[in-house]
C-alpha cells in the first residue's frame, strides 16, 4: 500500500487483506475485482493487482491461492482433470459447512467424473463465515448433487439433555 501510495488511515490494511482473501475465496481475480463507487474499492483493486504482480515476481503464491490456482489449472488443462478425477475416485470432505465457493468448486471439478462424493456436515456448527464458509455449500448439496442420499444422523451421543437443551436455547 506505502508503494502504492495510499493512506492506512483511511483505507486499513487488515481490510484489503481480508477482501483480497474474500475475492480469491469466491474464485475472482484481480482483474475481475468489481470496482463500486466506493474509491476505496478502486484501491482495494490496485492493492489486490500489484500484489499478485509481486507474488508472480517471487514465484510464490499466498494460502488463497492454493485453492484458486488449483480450480483455474484443472478448468484450463483437461488432461490434469481427467488425471485427478481418475486420481481421486472417492471424495470426502470432512466440516462441510465450513467450506468456501473455492472449496466446493474444487471437489465438485474433483468428484464430477464418478460422482463419488461424500461429505460430511452440521450447519448448526458453521463458524467460519468470518473467513469466507458459505453455508450454502451444505444447505444445497442435494441440489447439486440430486443423486446424492442424505443421511442425518439426529441422535447425540457425546452430551446429555441438559447439554443439548442449554446449546440449543
Do not use: W
Request: proline share 2%; glycine share 2%; aromatic share 10%.
Amino acid at each position: 500500500m506505502k508503494e502504492l501510495n495510499i493512506d492506512e488511515k483511511r483505507l486499513q490494511p487488515r481490510a484489503v487483506a481480508n477482501a483480497i482473501s474474500m475475492a480469491k475465496d469466491s474464485l475472482v481475480s484481480a482483474e475481475d475485482f468489481e470496482i463500486m463507487s466506493d474509491p476505496r474499492t478502486k484501491d482495494i483493486k490496485r492493492v489486490y493487482a500489484y500484489y499478485q504482480k509481486k507474488l508472480a515476481e517471487y514465484n510464490a503464491v499466498d494460502f488463497d491461492d492454493i485453492n484458486m490456482k488449483t480450480v483455474e489449472l484443472l478448468e484450463s488443462e483437461s488432461d490434469v482433470l481427467e488425471y485427478y478425477q481418475n486420481k481421486f475416485r472417492h471424495v470426502l470432505v470432512d466440516e462441510y459447512q465450513d467450506t468456501n465457493y473455492a472449496q466446493f468448486v474444487l471437489t465438485k471439478l474433483l468428484s464430477d467424473k464418478h460422482r463419488n462424493i461424500m461429505v460430511v456436515g452440521d450447519d448448526d456448527q458453521s463458524i467460519y463465515r468470518f473467513r469466507g464458509a458459505t453455508i450454502e455449500n451444505i444447505l444445497n448439496f442435494d441440489k447439486t448433487y440430486p443423486d446424492a442420499t442424505v443421511v442425518k444422523l439426529e441422535q447425540n451421543y457425546r452430551s446429555t439433555e441438559n447439554i443439548l437443551s442449554a446449546a440449543n436455547a
